[in-house]
T-cell receptor
């Protein structure tokens, strides 16, 4: 079956531009997570959705970062007025339920801000 | 807050050598522990997990034992193959929490030479 997909796979933005990153979780998965992975580092949690509800956004680094999952399936991570420090790989993961089941990761979107 | 520390890489081994990648954690309560693997060009995949003290997780010849007394979860394999070359991440989560977010170490690059 299809896994988690993300688009675009690569994004180059000029500093100050807005970007939108898309995540298509595995169909039927209740939980969706966004992580940020800087070069040479492990992924760091950004935000968590249970269906359409954003239950935890404690990891979002600034108010320039915004995420949504309006119908409880596809999610979009938006970064406004991008800065060079936003350059990273953005990973999406989904899990079947909200009971801590295995998280399945997408391939990530590599964002480079020039 | 909770954290994971793993040995820095790269780790370079010859085929059939014994592998150990050290991982220690700091956490309140009784977290669940994981090893994820990232093969070149692919997304993160769960390799193995352990949910309570003294549990041993195993998969594909890899194993790790949850040691609460030493707060460790070291990854081992008796005989590595070239195909094991990847980045390995140790991680933890607290099941039953509001988020079940994963907290990762910085990753260890393993390069296996024929």
């Amino acid at each position: 079956g299809a896994g988690v997909s993300q688009s675009p796979r690569y994004k180059v933005a000029k500093r100050g531009q807005d970007v939108a990153l898309r995540c298509d979780p595995i169909s039927g998965h209740v939980s969706l997570f966004w992580y940020q992975q800087a070069l040479g580092q492990g992924p760091e949690f950004l935000t968590y959705f249970q269906n359409e509800a954003q239950l935890d956004k404690s990891g979002l680094p600034s108010d320039r970062f915004f995420a949504e999952r309006p119908e409880g399936s596809v999610s979009t991570l938006k970064i406004q007025r991008t800065q060079q420090e936003d350059s990273a790989v953005y990973l999406c993961a989904s899990s079947l339920d909200n009971l801590g089941g295995e998280q399945f990761f997408g391939p990530g979107t590599r964002l480079t801000v020039l | 807050g909770d954290s994971v520390t793993q040995m820095e890489g790269p780790v370079t081994l010859s085929e059939e050598a014994f592998l150990t990648i050290n991982c220690t954690y700091t956490a309140t309560g009784y977290p669940s522990l994981f090893w994820y693997v990232q093969y070149p060009g692919e997304g993160l995949q769960l390799l193995l997990k352990a949910t309570k003290a003294d549990d041993k997780g195993s998969n594909k010849g890899f194993e790790a034992t949850y040691r609460k007394e030493t707060t460790s979860f070291h990854l081992e394999k008796g005989s590595v193959q070239v195909s094991d070359s990847a980045v390995y991440f140790c991680a933890l989560t607290h099941y039953g929490g509001a988020t079940n977010k994963l907290i990762f170490g910085t990753g260890t690059l393993l390069a296996v030479q024929p």
